[in-house]
Nanobody, 119 residues
């Protein structure tokens, strides 16, 4: 059974915004950090964003900094990624992952959601 499930992906136009979410169906362990990664066809996996358990620390990859916003609702066991000013180069499969803390490794992954940005 997959513990993390991403949702909200789809096809949008350049300049549009899109929200994707990651819901944890497992037993929640307080203190975990949730991250977002993406993989575009023919490219390496890329770090996108991360947010700590309290939501007071966020981290962003250089390519999305200033455009994407990561937030969380712990009562709903859900982390959101608000993607603004989308570009065709943001097209990828987006995955969420869990870590004990930022920088410690990501042992738990979702199956991904496709985001496609047309020019």
């Amino acid at each position: 059974q997959v513990r993390l499930k991403e949702s909200g992906g789809g096809l949008v136009q350049a300049g549009d915004s899109l929200n994707i979410s990651c819901t944890d169906s497992g037993r929640v362990v307080k203190g975990y950090t949730t991250g977002w990664f993406r993989r575009a066809p023919g490219k390496e996996r890329e770090f996108v964003a991360a947010i700590n358990w309290n939501g007071d620390s966020t981290y962003y990859g250089d390519s999305v900094k200033g455009r994407f916003i990561c937030s969380r609702e712990n009562d709903k066991k859900t982390v959101h990624l608000r993607m603004n000013s989308l570009k065709p180069e943001d097209t990828a499969v987006y995955y969420c992952a869990l870590a004990k803390e930022y920088g410690s490794g990501w042992p738990t992954w979702g199956q991904g959601t496709q985001v496609t940005v047309s020019s």
